[in-house]
Every structure is written in C-alpha cells, then in structure tokens.
Nanobody, 124 residues
C-alpha cells in the first residue's frame, strides 16, 4: 500500500512560480516511477511529467516542457514539481501518482496509487 499526499498548491499570478511536493509512504519508494497529472474543470485528467525510479529519466508534456521540472528525493520519499512561468491554462487540480512497476509511461492506468490532489490557480 502506498499513500501519497500533495502539498504546495495555491493562487499565483501569471508568470509566477509554485513548487508542488508529494510525500509518499512506504519503504520502497525508490523503486517506483512517479508522475504528476492534472485535471482542469470540465476536462479529462492529463499527464504532466514523470520521473523514473533512479531520477535519471524524466518526461514532460509538450505544454509544460521548459517551464516545469520534476525531481525526487528518495531519501525523503518525496517527489516535486517546480512550476515556473505559470499560465492561466495551467489552472487545475494536480495529482501525484505512483507507478510501482517503474514502467515510466504516460498512461494513467500504469499508476496504481494516487494522491488526493492539490489545487493550482493561475490568475491572468
């Protein structure tokens, strides 16, 4: 069983930055790939970024590439999403998710554990 808790969401003006954190339970966090997804009102949940278990490989959605950075600290059982140059279209609930098989893929059904989400609102 893996429990994930996201923090760091909030209200920010366009062009600003936020850093999301996701704390994970369990003692084999270092074996999971971790992903960030988001869901805007009235839209489907979509992939944002993922990081493989060793932290060496990362992937991003085209819409956030160059603005967002995913990282992890296996000693702290945590994964982060640094979001810079935020745009109003980044407004969504952001979820972290664990892929215990370390598939390192974007599809949601590879992720067996999800957090409750944290709201990010970007004002224009």
């Amino acid at each position: 069983q893996v429990r994930l808790v996201e923090t760091g969401g909030g209200l920010v003006q366009a062009g600003g930055s936020l850093r999301l954190s996701c704390a994970a339970s369990g003692d084999i966090f270092s074996s999971y790939a971790m992903g960030w997804f988001r869901q805007a009102p009235g839209k489907e949940r979509e992939f944002v970024a993922l990081i493989r278990r060793n932290g060496a490989l990362t992937y991003y959605a085209d819409s956030v590439k160059g603005r967002f950075t995913i990282s992890r600290d296996n000693a702290k059982n945590a994964v982060y999403l640094q979001m810079n140059s935020l745009k109003p279209e980044d407004t969504a609930v952001y979820y972290c998710a664990a892929d215990v098989s370390d598939w390192g893929v974007k599809r949601m059904n590879a992720y067996g554990y999800w957090g409750q989400g944290t709201q990010v609102t970007v004002s224009s």
